[in-house]
């Protein structure tokens, strides 16, 4: 750990542990600057989530398929593009035009540098299966579901053109949802597993 990081994890130590030595129960909810929301960059193939996932309504995990089998949820290689567009080829001027930016990187094996939109901190740990298939979601009204849904954290992808962080990602954030999560497992008699205090679950 470099000496900066190290001087603010005893800052945020000693500040994030006075209330709890203090015993008092709800710390007010934690905001860390986070610059990252809103962040759309242009990509090499103007691929959009709008038309995909919402209009042709495909299944996220058809093309994020690591999402509910390990750390990460991944973004797909041209060969799960390719199972629909070696026969699409696009009606209009810019599909075609698009689409034959597809076909050429494709065929020369060169593939698609897409540009990473989330991109949380080396230091943080974060696991999607756990999120999306073991953790269960209880929301306001006691409702209990397996897994949390992608929009909870990425908002409504299928109304964007190409990706775009939509949710502040931030150490607020998940824990905030931690601490509410834990609450209502208690209040359910299941196991609250989510970590709030345990900075080492996150920061490893
Ligand atoms: C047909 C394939 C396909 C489908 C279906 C799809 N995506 Fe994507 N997704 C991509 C590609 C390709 C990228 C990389 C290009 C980009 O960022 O726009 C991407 C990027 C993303 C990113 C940003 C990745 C990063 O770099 O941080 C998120 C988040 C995401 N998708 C979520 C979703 C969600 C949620 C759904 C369902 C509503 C979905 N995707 C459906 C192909 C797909
Ligand atoms: C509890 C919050 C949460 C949920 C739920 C969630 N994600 Fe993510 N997702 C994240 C975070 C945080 C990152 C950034 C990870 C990083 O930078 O290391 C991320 C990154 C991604 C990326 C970028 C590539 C990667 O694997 O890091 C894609 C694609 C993605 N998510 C898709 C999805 C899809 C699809 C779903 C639903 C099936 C989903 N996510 C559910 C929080 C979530
Ligand atoms: C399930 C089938 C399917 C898959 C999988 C699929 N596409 Fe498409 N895509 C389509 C269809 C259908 C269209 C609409 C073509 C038209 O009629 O103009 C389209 C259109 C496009 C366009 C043109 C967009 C525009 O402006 O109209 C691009 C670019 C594109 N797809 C890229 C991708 C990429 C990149 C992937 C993989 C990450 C992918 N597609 C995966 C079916 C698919
Ligand atoms: C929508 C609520 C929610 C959000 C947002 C959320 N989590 Fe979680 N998280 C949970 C729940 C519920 C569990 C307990 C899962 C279980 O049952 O084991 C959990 C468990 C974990 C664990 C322990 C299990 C493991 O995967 O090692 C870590 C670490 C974790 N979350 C990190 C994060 C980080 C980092 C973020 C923010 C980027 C985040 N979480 C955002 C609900 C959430
Ligand atoms: C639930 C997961 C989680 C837990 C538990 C957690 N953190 Fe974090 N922490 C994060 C995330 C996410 C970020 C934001 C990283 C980013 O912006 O890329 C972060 C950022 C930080 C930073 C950098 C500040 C900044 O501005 O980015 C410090 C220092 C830190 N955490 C210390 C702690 C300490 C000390 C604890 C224990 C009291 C703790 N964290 C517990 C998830 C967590």
């Known amino acids: 750990m ?17 209330p709890i030595l203090l015993g008092i129960r ?8 986070n ?10 193939i103007p691929y959009s ?6 209009v042709l309504d495909i299944d996220c995990q058809y093309c994020h398929a690591g ?6 949820a991944m973004v797909p290689t041209l060969d799960t593009c390719w199972n629909c567009h070696k026969t699409v080829a696009g009606r209009t ?14 065929m020369s094996g060169e593939g698609v540098e897409w540009k990473r939109v989330h991109n949380n901190a080396d230091f943080v740990y974060f696991n999607h299966q756990t999120h999306v298939r073991i953790a269960k979601y209880i929301d306001a009204d006691g409702n ?15 109304k964007n053109g190409v990706a775009k962080q939509e949710e502040q990602l931030a150490m607020g954030f998940c824990i905030n949802c931690h601490r509410d999560q834990n609450d209502r497992h208690v209040a359910a008699n299941l196991p609250a597993r989510a970590p709030v205090n345990a900075c080492d ?3 490893r």
């Open 2 to 18: 470099n000496a900066k990081l190290a001087v603010l994890f005893f800052l945020l130590t000693v500040g994030m542990a006075m």
């Open 26 to 33: 709800s710390i007010p909810d934690i905001q860390l600057p």
């Open 35 to 44: 610059l990252h929301t809103g962040y759309q960059p242009e990509q090499p």
């Open 49 to 54: 989530h709008r038309l995909h996932a919402g």
């Open 67 to 72: 999402a509910d089998q390990g750390r990460h």
């Open 93 to 106: 001027q810019t599909a075609k035009e698009a689409i034959g930016k597809l076909r050429q990187a494709y």
């Open 144 to 158: 209990i579901s397996d897994g949390i849904d992608c929009t909870y954290c990425h908002g409504d992808m299928a």
């Open 201 to 203: 679950a996150c920061h």
